[in-house]
């Protein structure tokens, strides 16, 4: 058995109420730093922002639909940002409904060109630190989750 089968067992009623409201955290996140103008969205059009001001950056969101699972080149791009965020400690997680999170940060003039929801990051609007209750959780969650070596934990967002 393996660490992912393990932890797929753990159907504790604590942690599925702790994933949901993760999800309503994630989804008040989102709304608030699109309403700031702080959300960035796009692989190509987040990676730039890490690039060139990678202390700015407070969460990030990786989604794709089963169907992008077997797209090799988005699968490559999310290792590599996995892998920025980690050594930047950035806080991550994955979502894995893109239609759901067009819905709730429109898939319009922050999505860029393409829509291009695959990867969201949030930054902070100005030099004081955002002091956001959404991203607090979401902080602590993710921080939960390193724990059990869920170094990037899969949340599901509300309906």
Known sequence: MTLE???GQDTVPESKARMQGAGKALHELLLSAQRQGCLTAGVYESAKVMNVDPDNVTFC??????????????QIHFTLIQAFCCENDIDIVRVGDVQRLAAIVGA???????GDLHCILISNPNEDAWKDPALEKLSLFCEESRRVNDWVPSITLPE
Request: aromatic share 0%; net charge negative.
């Open 61 to 74: 969101v990786l989604a794709a639909d089963e169907e992008d699972e077997g797209d090799i080149a988005l």
């Open 5 to 7: 089968e393990i932890r």
């Open 108 to 114: 319009g003039e922050e999505a860029g060109a393409q």
